[in-house]
Nanobody, 116 residues
């Protein structure tokens, strides 16, 4: 089992920045990728960014150039630095971990609200 705890959400004005953190614990040896998803009201959950165990990253087109995902393997923590935030970035952000068998683990989410 893997447990994920997100932190760092909050209210920010458009153009501002936030950094989300996801602390992972449990059986981490089989985890080969971690990422961030988000879900806005009335919308489906969507992938925001992902980072593999070897550091390869990918981003959705909507956040490319504004968000940066990183990981500290020693701390089992993944970060999402979000800059130039827009109101349309408002959502609950979920941390995800995927193991080599394709099983997904999820955190409970942290709310990010971007005001005009």
């Amino acid at each position: 089992q893997v447990q994920l705890v997100e932190s760092g959400g909050g209210l920010v004005q458009a153009g501002g920045s936030l950094r989300l953190s996801c602390a992972a614990s449990g059986t981490m040896f089989s985890i080969n990728a971690m990422g961030w998803y988000r879900q806005a009201p009335g919308k489906q959950r969507e992938l925001v960014a992902r980072i593999t165990s070897i550091g390869s990253t990918m981003y959705s087109d909507s956040v490319k150039g504004r968000f940066t995902i990183s990981r500290d393997n020693a701390k089992n923590t993944v970060y999402l630095q979000m800059n130039s935030l827009k109101p349309e970035d408002t959502a609950v952000y979920f941390c995800n971990a995927r193991n080599t068998y394709g099983m997904d683990y999820w955190g409970k989410g942290t709310l990010v609200t971007v005001s005009y």
